[in-house]
């Protein structure tokens, strides 16, 4: 069965960049649609964007002018970019499989990687 | 785009049903059948219990049931179990992006 693991630094300097990457496994990350979702401390989700392996992107309009999504179907995996970081971006973050209009849910999830921004 | 609207808190003895709802508008919930919930354990990452509005995935107990009224979808837990005890998220597609709501802590008396 697919399964996602998050991975990248787990503390940022305010006003830098966070770079996350998940990598899929037990299965092609051809054909399908990836997103990245956080949740601060003790607080609901977000959904922050989502991209096909064709490249098209879907982006949260409320972090917009932050995120870059990318796909590496060399090696299965699909990375985030959030810049400008401030202290209201720490969250695990979650990258998941979905969605789409004949799959509208997400699933399976990775783990979750914690991401504090401080200096 | 405001996050969906859902009750903090919900409880239920073993056994009882409980109803999580979850308010949106005519851009999300009303507007299409793309309505899905998760549950999450503490600690765990979040599992998909219904798609599509009342689609339950393989492997989730028909105990949980999914519906819509308007801009309103509801989460039904019949037959409550202790392992039922977690929080819960609405999610719904609005448009070119997707919605969560605040989130509903179950509790199982």
């Known amino acids: 069965q697919v399964q996602l693991q998050e991975s990248g630094p787990g503390l940022v300097k305010p006003s830098e960049t966070l770079s996350l990457t998940c990598t899929v496994s037990?299965?092609?990350?051809?054909?399908?649609?990836w997103s990245w979702i956080r949740q601060p401390a003790g607080k609901g989700l977000e959904w922050i964007g989502r991209?096909?392996?064709?490249?098209?992107?879907y982006y949260n309009p409320s972090l917009k002018s932050r995120v870059t999504m990318s796909i590496d179907m060399s090696k299965n995996q699909f990375s985030l970019k959030l810049s400008s970081v401030i202290a209201a971006d720490t969250a695990i973050y979650y990258c998941?499989?979905?969605?789409?209009?004949?799959?509208?849910?997400?699933?399976?999830w990775g783990q979750g990687t914690l991401v504090t921004v401080s200096s | 785009q405001s996050a969906l609207t859902q009750p903090r808190s919900v409880s239920g003895s073993p056994g009882q049903s409980v109803t999580i709802s979850c308010t949106g508008t005519?851009?999300?919930?009303?507007?299409?059948?793309?309505v899905s919930w998760y549950q999450q354990h503490p600690g765990k990452a979040p599992k998909v219990m219904i798609y599509?509005?009342?689609k339950r995935p393989s492997g989730v107990p028909d105990r949980f049931s999914g519906s819509k009224s308007g801009n309103t979808a509801s989460l039904t837990i019949s037959g409550l179990q202790a392992e039922d005890e977690a929080d819960y998220y609405c999610?719904?597609?609005?448009?070119?992006?997707?919605?969560f709501g605040g989130g509903t802590e179950l509790t199982v008396l």
């Open positions: 998941a499989r979905g969605a789409v209009a004949s799959a509208n849910w997400f699933d399976p």
């Open positions: 037990g299965g092609s990350i051809s054909s399908y649609y």
């Open positions: 991209m096909s392996t064709s490249g098209s992107t």
């Open positions: 005519s851009s999300d919930v009303g507007g299409y059948n793309y």
């Open positions: 599509d509005v009342s």
């Open positions: 999610c719904s597609f609005a448009g070119s992006l997707w919605v």
